[in-house]
T-cell receptor, first 111, second 112 residues
Framework: GEDVEQSLFLSVREGDSSVINCTYT??????LYWYKQEPGAGLQLLTY?????DMKQDQRLTVLLNKKDKHLSLRIADTQTGDSAIYFC???????????FGSGTRLQVQP | DAMVIQNPRYQVTQFGKPVTLSCSQT?????MYWYQQKSSQAPKLLFH???????NEADTPDNFQSRRPNTSFCFLDIRSPGLGDAAMYLC???????????FGPGTRLTVL
């Protein structure tokens, strides 16, 4: 079956860059997503990338996709305390109806 | 403007007392999903509707049911909540299956 893995925790200092990594197993993945979840809240779609792309940049966010290694990363430039949250990587493949989520990476930003 | 709305945000029920959670959307999306998320875990899909077609995940307990009376609304009914059903329940929508999903703020269910 499909599997998505993330490291559980990342701590950075305010102003530094954060890099959150994700690996997945399904070679038929078509879309890969990054969601942000703040405490007690729902999931906010941050960005996504099509599987035929290598990189996508959106303001402070950069998504890199290495399809050969099935590795996805999210880089947050100039990390702020408001970026503290759990970040979920998710993917969906051809013909599948549901997203497969990773277990989430808790990002802690120290002042 | 809120696009996926869930009510209530917090729900407290007693063990075995039926409860209904509500979701509505202004996006006119075809697909609506219900996820269960327990503390420090990834969301787990319970079921989804594509238009009026209901699709249950194989491991969703019979205790959980859903209704979608029209495009905009979808309900999650928990017939006899147990202590293990305490969780955040997330509703999401997408235009088509496999498209990006937009989530509501969730309803946190407490079972006493």
């Amino acid at each position: 079956g499909e599997d998505v893995e993330q490291s559980l925790f990342l701590s950075v200092r305010e102003g530094d860059s954060s890099v959150i990594n994700c690996t997945y197993t399904d070679s038929s993945s078509t879309y890969l997503y990054w969601y942000k979840q703040e405490p007690g809240a729902g999931l906010q779609l941050l960005t996504y990338i099509f599987s035929n792309m290598d990189m996508k940049q959106d303001q402070r966010l950069t998504v890199l996709l290495n399809k050969k290694d099935k590795h996805l990363s999210l880089r947050i430039a100039d990390t702020q305390t408001g970026d503290s949250a759990i970040y979920f990587c998710a993917e969906v493949g051809t013909g599948r109806r549901a997203l497969t989520f990773g277990s989430g990476t808790r990002l802690q930003v120290q002042p | 403007d809120a696009m996926v709305i869930q009510n209530p945000r917090y729900q407290v029920t007693q063990f075995g007392k039926p409860v209904t959670l509500s979701c509505s959307q202004t996006l006119n999306h075809n697909v609506m999903y219900w996820y269960q998320q327990k503390s420090s875990q990834a969301p787990k899909l319970l079921f989804h509707y594509y238009d009026k077609d209901f699709n249950n995940e194989a491991d969703t307990p019979d205790n959980f049911q859903s209704r979608r009376p029209n495009t905009s609304f979808c309900f999650l009914d928990i017939r006899s909540p147990g202590l293990g059903d305490a969780a955040m329940y997330l509703c999401a929508t997408s235009r088509e299956l496999g498209n990006e999903q937009f989530f509501g703020p969730g309803t946190r269910l407490t079972v006493l």
